[in-house]
């Protein structure tokens, strides 16, 4: 086999994501103790160790993205079956640590035409942000508006900080680091979602906490 | 959006169905990672699932599928031994081994991995990106098992064979179930393909796309135009998907059919060779990109897709004897006699297993010994391949050409002209078959003795044929059935004459009344113009009809086919 450095690097990357994997999933497997000392430790290490994955998800898209738009696969897909999906991710990083609730309003369509595993990689990442600054609680909401789905992750944190509202704003993370990459990453996806002209959107605001939406066309 | 909770329909419906009885369900993990293994099997304990068969590589999936029934296969993507799990899958499907009814989920570490294939057949449930966590994977189980249990009806009815039935019931979901909506259009539209109802197929695509241009039903739409021979809609349509969505391999696949269709095989070739360049896995696109290339007199991608064939297919039912004798007739061509030779030896183990491997041995090496001027053991090679075929061991056409035109060059008329006129008989429409037996004739210096074979082989098949169709068309169906089963025993492996003499049979009986040989006689013949035709457009539609007229007279068939 001829390796050159993009197969090296592809290779390097295809055994992070096994070692990752394996480790998260060995961590997952480790029995709680009802240990006070134990089990927080074990809990952060869980934490921790999504917390890389997710990361290292968002560096491949960004590193693809550099060379080429993100290409969504559309597919229709229930917009409930995602929600509940991420809110059984958002207890298990939890823990016991936050309440996770979710609100389906009742005019939420039951299939949505949208890429699942990028929406769910944005959706994961807001809830990481709401995982380190949220008091009490976290509730995943869908519904619609101005004709697009829309998937909220409200928490009760002291909400965003303005300099990251306003960098939403004029549409460029001006010091992408920590959550400013995050968001970088997931208004990439939002707006790789285009249904008849329209294109989606990443908004944030602060309403008794940080709302983070993504409206998908 | 209404701040306050609220539960919908939907939920409320799912909390009354039972519950998945996960306790009950068997799995198989495929998977070429220990660690990752034992990781798995401890995580699937925790949802509850304990019936778990653990194995490493995809000949051990097969051996425990052919053992017993799994629920449920959880498979890595990437498999140590040469097979990866898509070639698993389609291997699992395409023989049987794994019904419509078990679970098959892909574990993934490519973000490049094939999500769109060509046909249902041959995608997984769903898939899962590496590194995933448990609750995604519980989750995406569960909604599987609840969307096979919502399409429990459509199953049964597709697995007794009745296609009728199962698309009524994808109607019902259809109208009853908005969350499979979707889901119930693909498969319906797969239905109404398999039953030759090509038009509706267009429509119910054309209705999904109306919805939103989803990636598949843009493929189905060109397949149901394809159908239809509305072959420039086709192109048109598939090259603007790809235009959009250039890692959609299966758009590529179907491209070039369209292009052979319109007769423009250089197209057709540019369109796998994208394919091959976007994804070189799938034996079946590198066979057929060796094929075309080497109709083109393009002997080096050919050379080099038929080599890859059989590296990426060196375990799987994909691949016959025929792979290897086309990869040596590209290399004989090229003049590489070493290289064939080397083939060959490398594959020698394999090819002495089954007389249609000792075929290809024997007519290759006659090919090479023929060429290097080593003429005693031409003769003995050619000798055992005229013993294989007394026996009745055949190849594909073109290999029998192949043990024809060396049997010409070491002045074994008798035997050549024999061969030429079976190949013949059994292709009198193939231009591309007939063209190549006349060139042996032409460098044989034996052109006249090749126009009479050639003309006596075709003349008595298509004379039948043609008169067989004509009493049709005037309505006697009996004398018709009688002229086209002359010709098959004549041309027993020729598909047109099979399609020919089925329908002219099913006719007969429409008009005549039952005829329980006949009809056995139909099916035998039919089965064999889809093993020499696969994919045949005419061929769904003699199904169907068949399918017709058996249960109009109240005759079931034995047996899955």
């Known amino acids: 086999m001829n390796f050159d450095g993009t197969d090296l690097y592809a290779a390097l990357i295809h055994e992070l994501k096994n070692e990752l994997g394996l480790l998260s999933m060995t961590l997952e497997n480790i029995p709680l103790q009802n240990e006070a000392v134990h089990d927080s430790a074990v809990n952060s290490a869980r934490l921790q160790c999504q917390g890389v994955a997710d990361r290292l998800q968002q560096a491949l898209l960004i590193y693809k993205s550099n060379s080429q738009p993100i290409h969504p696969s559309i597919d229709a897909w229930s917009p409930q079956d995602l929600v509940e999906e991420i809110r059984d991710r958002a207890l298990a990083l939890a823990r016991d640590r936050l309440q996770v609730e979710v609100a389906l ?3 939420l369509p039951q299939i949505w035409f949208f890429d699942r595993d990028l929406v769910e990689m944005a959706l994961v990442n807001a809830i990481h942000n709401s995982l380190n600054h949220a008091r009490s609680r976290l509730r995943i909401e869908a519904g619609m508006q101005e004709g697009c789905l829309v998937l909220r992750v409200h ?6 900080p303005d300099k990251v509202l306003n960098a939403v704003v004029v549409d460029v993370p001006r010091h992408p680091r920590g959550t400013g990459l995050g968001l970088h990453f997931c208004r990439l996806i939002a707006q790789s979602h285009v249904n008849q002209g329209r294109r989606g959107e990443m908004r944030l605001r602060n309403d008794a906490g940080a709302v983070f939406s993504l409206l998908l066309p | 959006m209404a701040a306050s909770a609220s539960v919908s329909p939907g939920w409320a419906q799912a909390a009354e169905s039972t519950p998945i009885d996960y306790g009950a369900l068997r799995a198989l993990v495929v998977e070429d990672s220990s660690s990752m293994r034992n990781a798995l099997r401890l995580t699937l304990s925790n949802f509850g699932i304990t019936k778990v068969q653990l194995c490493s590589t995809a000949s051990e999936a097969i051996y425990h599928v052919k053992l017993r029934d799994y629920d449920f296969i959880l498979c890595d993507f990437n498999l140590g031994d040469g097979r990866d799990g898509q070639q698993l899958l389609e291997e699992l499907r395409h023989s049987g081994l794994i019904s419509i009814n078990t679970v098959f989920m892909m574990v993934t570490a490519e973000s490049y991995y094939e999500k769109v294939v060509a046909t249902a057949e041959l995608a997984p ?9 448990p609750e995604v994977l519980r989750h995406r189980l569960e909604s599987i098992l609840l969307r096979k249990r919502a399409f429990r009806e459509v199953y049964q009815h597709f697995l007794d064979q009745n296609l009728e039935a199962a698309a009524a019931a994808c109607d019902a979901l259809i109208a009853r179930q908005p969350k499979y909506l979707v889901d119930a259009m693909r498969f319906k539209g797969e239905l109404l393909v398999a039953l030759g109802r090509f038009e509706e197929a267009e429509a119910l695509y054309q209705q999904v ?26 192109e048109i349509e598939l090259r603007d998907v790809l235009e959009q969505a250039p890692e959609m391999v299966g758009a590529y696949d179907l491209l070039s059919d369209v292009c052979l269709t319109k007769k423009d095989a250089v197209a057709a070739q540019e369109a796998l060779e994208r394919g091959v360049s976007v994804s070189a896995r799938t034996v079946r696109r590198l066979q057929k990109l060796g094929e075309i290339a080497h109709a083109n007199g393009d002997l080096e991608t050919a050379r080099i897709a038929c080599s890859q064939a059989l590296d990426k297919g060196r375990h799987s039912i ?14 004989v061509e090229q003049g590489d006699l070493d290289g064939a030779a080397e083939t060959l030896k ?6 002495v297993d089954s007389p249609e491997g000792q075929l290809v041995l024997a007519v290759t090496q006659g090919m090479v010994h023929t060429r290097n001027g080593n003429m005693t053991d031409a003769a003995k090679a050619l000798d055992e391949a005229m013993r294989l075929r007394a026996a009745g061991t055949r190849g594909d056409a073109k290999m029998m ?15 050549a002209d024999g061969i030429v006129a079976e190949v013949a008989r059994n292709a009198h429409d193939s231009d591309a078959l007939l063209s190549k037996a006349r060139q042996i004739y032409e460098n044989a210096g034996r052109s006249d003795a090749g126009f009479d074979v050639l003309a006596q082989a075709t003349t008595g098949v298509r004379k039948l044929n043609n008169e067989g169709v004509v009493l049709a068309q005037r309505g006697d169906f009996k004398t018709a059935v009688e002229k086209l089963l002359v010709a098959c025993t004549e041309a027993p492996h020729n598909p047109r004459i099979m399609m020919n003499a089925v329908w002219v049979i099913l006719k007969y009986i429409d008009q005549a009344g039952m005829d329980e040989a006949m009809i056995e006689t139909a099916r035998h013949h039919l089965d064999e113009a889809e093993r020499q035709a696969p994919g045949h457009a005419r061929i769904a539609g003699l199904r169907l009809h068949l399918k017709d007229v058996e249960s109009r007279f109240g005759i079931t068939r034995k047996g899955a086919g």
């Open chain 1, 105 to 107: 309003a009742p005019d």
């Open chain 1, 155 to 160: 928490d009760d944190s002291p909400g965003f």
């Open chain 2, 209 to 234: 796309i109306a919805m939103r241009a989803i990636p598949w039903a843009r493929l189905g739409l060109a397949r149901a135009l394809h159908l239809q021979n509305k072959d420039d809609a086709a």
């Open chain 2, 318 to 331: 994909f691949i016959t004897p025929n792979d290897f004798a086309n990869l040596c007739r590209v290399q």
């Open chain 2, 125 to 133: 449930d769903d898939y899962m990106i590496k590194p995933f966590s």
């Open chain 2, 401 to 415: 050409l192949d043990l024809a035109s060396t049997c010409m060059a070491t002045g074994r008329h008798g035997e």
């Open chain 2, 346 to 351: 490398k594959n020698k183990n394999l090819l």
